[in-house]
């Protein structure tokens, strides 16, 4: 089937002569005399079946979506852990960019201490061989005077010098260290808040991914349990074609083109050649039912994709629109078979436990597809999408 293309269950494919005759017996749904309580009653053995599957379904879809809107808020915080931890990262290199070059700072400093207590200890050295040299020697060996208070006052000099520089690199060198053991304090106290964050990071992703899995898991069973209501509704349907070949057939009339009041722009062109106002293509059950919905003047939602008839009740829940499995005048009755189901409009509920409903493309006059057909059919089996 073409994307853009929405029909009902019931085939439109006019070269498929014999699988039309198939669904044409499955379709068999109206009636000319209204069945007694023992024909239809197997439908509501169904109906009651099918809604308690269902009320399954819908606590597992509350579960599932209580689930989804945890795990949400998880992603939501794990997000907010990323960002957090991101940050006391970033100020952790900081720190450790600091703590490096103050560990490189000490190292100089240390070499710088070395390096002048050699040269301190060299001219303590050259002085403690002057020492041995008498004054007169000196001053002998001496130019003049002036040299030898300028040799004596220099040696002084460079000691001095040299000294003071110690005591300041070691003044530095303490500094250093005092500003190491602070960067030290800080950049653990950093490191324990990023593994906190981390160890919290862990924890959230854990509980996410059991919620997640949780949420698989009921979604899981809403897909086995859907896979029962289908299983009975084609029991459902078995059965009432069963049915309806037993009583000889539930007449339709021979149905028309054209009728219902459906618009002639559609209703006189050629199956499937056109697409109506709500996506569907023409002359199809989809588009019938939702120009009858819409020519009460009530509200029916564009499809876009997703109106196949088995589709309605899911589709038109998204736009806040109801089903359930009490008929209602007025509303579309969605049968579940085929492929893509079959929708018809509830003209009137009777008192005898059918409905008198109208439609397009069922062929069960075996006068062709996509035909208007007015007629009387059980109730039971069907859900009902109340726009």
């Not at 190292?107 to 002085?127: F, H, P, R, S």
């Amino acid at each position: 089937m073409n994307a853009m293309k929405q029909r009902s269950t019931t085939p439109v494919s006019k070269g498929l002569v014999t699988k039309s005759a198939l669904v044409a017996a499955a379709v068999l749904m109206a009636l000319t005399t209204p069945l007694s309580m023992g024909d239809y009653v197997f439908a509501d053995k169904y109906d009651d079946q099918i809604r308690a599957i269902q009320a399954e379904i819908d606590g597992y879809q509350q579960q599932a979506a209580t689930l989804s809107a945890q795990a949400d808020t998880l992603q939501n915080e794990l997000a907010t852990l990323a960002s957090q931890k991101a940050s006391i990262q970033a100020q952790v290199d900081l720190s450790q960019a600091k703590y490096d070059k103050l560990i490189a700072d000490i190292t100089q400093t240390e070499k710088d201490i070395a390096d002048n207590k050699d040269a301190l200890g060299q001219i303590i050295a050259d002085m403690y061989v002057d020492g041995s040299i008498s004054p007169l020697e000196m001053l002998a060996s001496a130019n003049n005077i002036s040299d030898y208070v300028d040799q004596q006052e220099y040696r002084s000099s460079i000691q001095t010098n040299l000294t003071e520089t110690i005591d300041r690199i070691n003044d530095l060198k303490k500094q250093l260290e005092e500003q190491k053991v602070s960067v030290e304090r800080v950049l653990a106290d950093q490191k324990s808040q990023r593994d906190q964050l981390a160890a919290k990071e862990a924890e959230q992703a854990k509980l996410l991914a059991d919620t997640q899995g949780q949420e698989a898991a009921y979604q899981s069973l809403m897909s086995e349990r859907n896979g029962q209501i289908n299983n009975l509704r084609s029991q459902q349907a078995a059965e009432m074609a069963a049915a309806a070949r037993a009583s000889g057939g539930w007449g339709i009339g021979n149905g028309s083109v054209g009728g219902g009041g459906y618009p002639g722009i559609w209703a006189y062109a050629e199956q499937d050649s056109l697409v109506d106002n709500w996506g569907l293509y023409n002359r199809e059950c989809v588009s019938y039912t939702a120009w009858k919905v819409w020519s009460t003047g009530r509200y029916v939602p564009h499809f876009a994709g997703a109106g196949n008839a088995n589709q309605w009740p899911s589709t038109a829940a998204r736009h806040g629109i109801g089903s359930g499995s009490t008929p209602v005048a007025g509303s579309v009755a969605i049968q579940y078979i085929g492929v893509y189901g079959h929708s018809m409009y509830v003209e009137a509920v009777n008192g005898d436990g059918t409905i008198t409903v109208s439609d397009y493309n069922n062929n069960m006059d075996g006068m062709g597809w996509g035909r208007y057909h007015y007629y009387t059919r059980p109730a039971g089996g069907l859900t009902y999408v109340y726009f």
